[in-house]
């Protein structure tokens, strides 16, 4: 299907091409979301009437996308997790959660403006990328930990995971035996012959 953009969208166009693409894109995504017409005769009028008046919006809302990126850009967010001890989150940060932990820190950011790729499912840093405008983009760092001194030493740089590994192989050991047999299990003392008597 032949669409004509009324914004630019990423890896497609730039307002006013027409570009063909999946039907099903077009239906479902660009359509009902008001980002591009079905490009026949009668929309193509309409578009080149309206033309200067589109682009007019979308440089308007461009900036004001830049004046709010100035404040997210390079945010650092803490968000305090239960995990296990591998560092896995017993459940998930979705992009709610971090719309929630904007707002809460006084930044007015929608869900959909937030681009995750999948839940974060582990404690650690991650950068996470917010679209504010098609043509206006920033990132943010969350810090998930399971306690505020853990996040402390995330933010400085140190592999908290790593670190426990480390400090778990470090208090154990195994005896070893060099006259064992596969599969035995390794005695404290060494073996004293049985006499019968």
């Known amino acids: 299907m032949d669409v004509i953009l009324l914004e630019r969208v990423e890896k497609l166009g730039a307002i006013g091409d027409v570009v063909t693409v999946k039907n ?3 239906r479902n ?4 979301r008001k980002k591009a017409l079905r490009a026949n005769a009668a929309n193509k009028k309409v578009f080149e009437a309206n033309r200067e008046r589109i682009v007019a919006e979308n440089a308007k809302r461009r900036e004001e996308a830049m004046a709010d990126s100035q404040g ?4 650092v967010l803490t968000l305090i ?7 896995a989150l017993y ?3 979705s992009a709610r959660d971090l719309a929630e932990a904007l707002e809460a820190d006084g930044k007015k950011v929608l ?7 999948r839940p ?8 996470v990328k917010v679209a504010l405008h098609p043509e206006v ?15 402390e030493l995330q933010e400085q740089g140190v592999d908290v995971m790593a670190s426990m590994f480390e400090r778990d192989a470090a208090g154990f050991t195994e005896d070893y035996d060099p006259n064992a047999e596969p599969g035995e299990i390794a005695t404290d003392a060494p073996a004293e012959e049985e006499v019968e008597g």
């Open 137 to 151: 983009s920033v990132s943010i760092k969350i810090n998930i930990a399971r306690s505020p001194e853990e996040a």
């Open 72 to 75: 997210i850009d390079g945010k």
């Open 120 to 127: 974060i499912k582990n404690i650690g840093l991650h950068t």
């Open 91 to 93: 459940g998930s940060v």
């Open 81 to 87: 997790r239960q995990a296990s001890n591998v560092g």
């Open 24 to 26: 099903g894109f077009a």
């Open 29 to 32: 995504y660009l359509l009902p």
């Open 111 to 117: 869900k959909s403006q937030i681009i995750l790729d």
